[in-house]
Nanobody, 127 residues
Framework: QVQLVESGGGLVQAGDSLRLSCAAT????????IGWFRQAPGKEREFVAI????????DYRDSVRGRFTISRDSARSTVYLQMNSLNPEDTAVYYC????????????????????WGQGTQVTVSS
């Protein structure tokens, strides 16, 4: 089992950057792939990015590819989501989530396949 705590959200202007953090339980961190999801008001939760246990595999949804970067610091048991060139469409509650089983490509995109979730952090981008 792993516990996840997100931080780093806030209110920014279009074009600004934010870095979200997902701090995980130290003892079990290495066992899990970690993904970021987001949910805007009135919309379904959607996949944003994922990193494998060894950080070799990463993937992004097309709308954030090239602007967002997911990274993993095993020494700190933390996964980061660096978000650059933010736009109002990025406004949402961002969640990190963990899964223990292997996935690749679209197989990683389903929220139902993640077993542990953080409480979320709000990101608001004004135009």
């Amino acid at each position: 089992q792993v516990q996840l705590v997100e931080s780093g959200g806030g209110l920014v202007q279009a074009g600004d950057s934010l870095r979200l953090s997902c701090a995980a339980t130290k003892d079990t961190f290495s066992l899990y792939l970690i993904g970021w999801f987001r949910q805007a008001p009135g919309k379904e939760r959607e996949f944003v990015a994922i990193t494998s246990q060894d950080a070799v595999y990463t993937d992004y949804r097309d709308s954030v590819r090239g602007r967002f970067t997911i990274s993993r610091d095993s020494a700190r048991s933390t996964v980061y989501l660096q978000m650059n060139s933010l736009n109002p469409e990025d406004t949402a509650v961002y969640y990190c989530a963990a899964r223990g089983n292997y996935c690749y490509g679209y197989g990683c995109w389903g929220a139902d396949s993640y077993h542990f979730w953080g409480q979320g952090t709000q990101v608001t981008v004004s135009s």
